[in-house]
């Protein structure tokens, strides 16, 4: 039998739950530690453990058969991968929001206006279907301080309580793209019989869940 791989974050929001199915799945195996790749010692898979940005690239080219990420990251990585399973955790939604005293009140008057965002592939896309022509500053992270900094008149990130949004002056103003934990195939994966297997059960563990 072939030995299948599968990429899973390495640590982070969507690390323990990933863990978790694949133990629901009845597999057994170590979990990560310092090595980068563990064995399942009861079923033809190895896990790969990879910061969650890696994972729809290596999908796509076939170093991994299989991942768990997030929608909002394989969107942004524009990878071409088959979404064999939606997963039920890691529910977010990326919103784009704006300072409070803001007088925007409709997506057309962000035009001519700078958006921060640590996603330009969803902005950009969103921004021209709703023909928008903004400004996309791309920064890595806290994009949130951009519009008190004078950086930016409206950020797009991942959204869950608002909690941060009020904390730094913004209230959400559109949604984006809604988002949860997918597994993800390489082009022609689900026809091994393996990933028939894995896949067979990732489906009851979630059914069992319902
Ligand atoms: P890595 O070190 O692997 O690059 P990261 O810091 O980029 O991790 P996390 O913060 O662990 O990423 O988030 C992973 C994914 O969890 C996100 O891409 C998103 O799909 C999902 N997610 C769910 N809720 C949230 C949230 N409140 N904030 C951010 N991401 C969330
Ligand atoms: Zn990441």
Known sequence: MKTLKIAIQKSGRLNE????????????????????????????????FLRDDDIPEYVQDGIADLGIVGENVIVEAGAEVNYLQKLGFGRCTLKIAIPNESQITEIAQLSGKAIATSYPVILEK?????????????????????????????????????????????????????????????????????????LQRIRSVLRAKE
């Open 17 to 48: 739950k990933s863990v978790e199915i694949l133990k629901n799945c009845g597999l057994s195996f170590e979990n990560y530690k310092s090595s980068l790749i563990s064995t399942v010692t009861n079923f033809p898979l190895e896990i790969l």
């Open 126 to 198: 969103y921004l021209k279907e709703n023909h928008v022509n903004a400004e996309v500053r791309t920064i890595s992270g806290s994009v949130e301080i951009g519009p008190g900094l004078g950086l930016s008149d409206a950020i797009c990130d991942i959204v869950s309580t608002g909690g941060t949004l009020k904390s730094n002056g913004l209230k959400p103003f559109s949604e984006v793209m809604k988002s949860e934990a997918v597994l993800i195939g390489k082009e022609g994966s689900d026809l091994l019989p393996e990933v028939q297997e894995l």
